[in-house]
Structures are given as C-alpha cells and as structure tokens.
C-alpha cells in the first residue's frame, strides 16, 4: 500500500486544527486509558490500518497491558475492562455505526451512569474526531507506521 496524498501538506490549517482540536481531550476527566480504548475501537470498526496501529502503539507506551489490547475488539466478551470502560466502548461502537434510527435510549440512559454529562459531551467530540482522523487516513491510505519516529511511537517496542 502507498499513499495516496499527504493530507497535512494539501491541507495545512485543516490539519494544524484538528490536531488543535484533538490535543484539547488531554484535559478533560476522560482517563487517558479510556480515551486510548476509544480511538482504537473506533479505528478498528472503520478499518483504519495507520490508527489502530498508531492508538495500540500509544497505548503500549502508556502502560496498557498487551492482553487488553487484544481483547479490545472482544470487549463484550472480555472480563478485561471495567464498567466505565464497557460504556465508553458501547458508546463509540453506536457512534461510528450510527443506528438507522439513532442511538437507542437504553444505551444513552447505561452510559450516563458512567460518565457526567460533561464527560458524555467531551468523548462524543472524542468519538468525532477519532471518527474524522479515521476517514483521512483510509481515504488517502495512510500507511501504518509511516510517522513512528515523528510521534516517537518506535519507543513502544512493537515491531
């Protein structure tokens, strides 16, 4: 696989903001292991070859067990992740295949029990964005490991 456009150089300030954007959920109340669970998810159901590899990389690094990674696109059937983790999972697999007839209300009713309005707003702009970095990277096929040494992802070990 090659890629097919340098999205960054045809699209500079796009880029920069969404970048912008993306750094911003450093500071929510999100804990970063949730956040990182997320962006994989999201990017394993969009076939996101250079995400997936890019957030498990991260993940690794960040001290995340090598097993639940595995286990992320078994989540239901794990016993690996905590009930907050299972909500915010269940939460991204509804947002990045939106139901024919929108998020059901049982699933919005479980999720709030997990996460504060203001935490349930902030991963949904997480869902987005990791939504968005996904449709870049599958449309121009971004290849996976290309940015490595520039995110320092070669530091995870994984080869």
């Known amino acids: 696989m090659s890629q097919r456009l ?3 150089q045809q699209s500079p300030e796009l880029s920069k903001k969404l970048v912008e954007l993306g750094g911003l959920f450093q500071k929510t109340t999100i804990e970063q292991h949730i956040r990182e669970l997320v962006e994989i998810r999201a990017s394993q159901l969009n076939g996101c070859a250079f995400c997936v590899d890019m957030h498990i990389k991260q993940a690794k690094i960040h001290g995340e067990r090598e097993l ?3 286990h ?3 989540w239901r059937e794990s016993t690996l992740f905590a009930p ?3 909500a915010a999972l269940a939460w991204t697999e509804a947002l990045t295949q939106l139901p024919a007839h929108g998020v059901p209300d049982d699933l919005y009713e479980r999720v709030r029990t997990q996460f504060s309005e203001k935490e349930l707003s902030d991963l949904t702009f997480q869902i987005g964005v990791i939504n968005t970095w996904n449709r870049l990277n599958v ?3 971004t290849v996976p490991g290309s940015a490595d040494k520039m995110f320092g992802l ?3 070990g994984l080869e």
Do not use: G, P, T, W
Request: hydrophobic fraction near 45%.
């Open 84 to 86: 907050r983790e299972r």
């Open 68 to 70: 639940r990674l595995h």
């Open 72 to 74: 992320v696109a078994i």
């Open 139 to 141: 449309a121009f096929q």
């Open 6 to 8: 340098n999205y960054f």
């Open 154 to 156: 070669d530091k995870a």
